[in-house]
């Protein structure tokens, strides 16, 4: 299925932040497709596949960590970014330093991820 829409991959153990998110996405004319665990997420979609992945960091068993790791250690070009309901002021450094394109704390702004999304894309 050939589509020009930009494709986003939420990966986040609450149900509710990835209907919220994908409603959100999906109104400004994303593609969106959501898994409440990185091991769906990875059965299902290939490191080939162009989109963004925007990802919590607590989730169990694969945390938001170990994604962006396996994530950035696979050479794809995927865009990561990162949610997080935490609010240790490290984070969001930390998470650039791993490989993160950017960082957000729950609850998210809208404007400001949907322009980050749209700024992956120009890449």
Avoid at 39 to 44: G, H, I, M, N, P
Avoid at 45 to 74: A, F, Y
Avoid at 109 to 117: Q, V
């Amino acid at each position: 299925m050939m589509t020009n829409k930009k494709t986003v991959f939420i990966v986040d153990d609450d149900e509710s932040i990835c209907r919220a998110l994908k409603l959100l996405l999906t109104a400004y004319g994303f593609q969106v497709s959501t898994f409440l665990s990185a091991e769906k997420y990875f059965s299902a979609i290939q490191d080939s596949e162009k989109g963004c992945l925007v990802l919590d960091l607590h989730m169990p068993e694969l945390n938001g960590w170990e994604v962006l790791k396996r994530v950035v250690k696979t050479g794809s070009k995927r865009p990561v970014i990162i949610i997080s309901a935490d609010e240790n002021g490290g984070l969001k450094e930390q998470a650039l330093k791993s490989g993160a394109v950017g960082f957000f704390q729950k609850p998210v702004k809208d404007r400001e991820l949907i322009d980050l999304i749209n700024k992956t894309y120009l890449n």
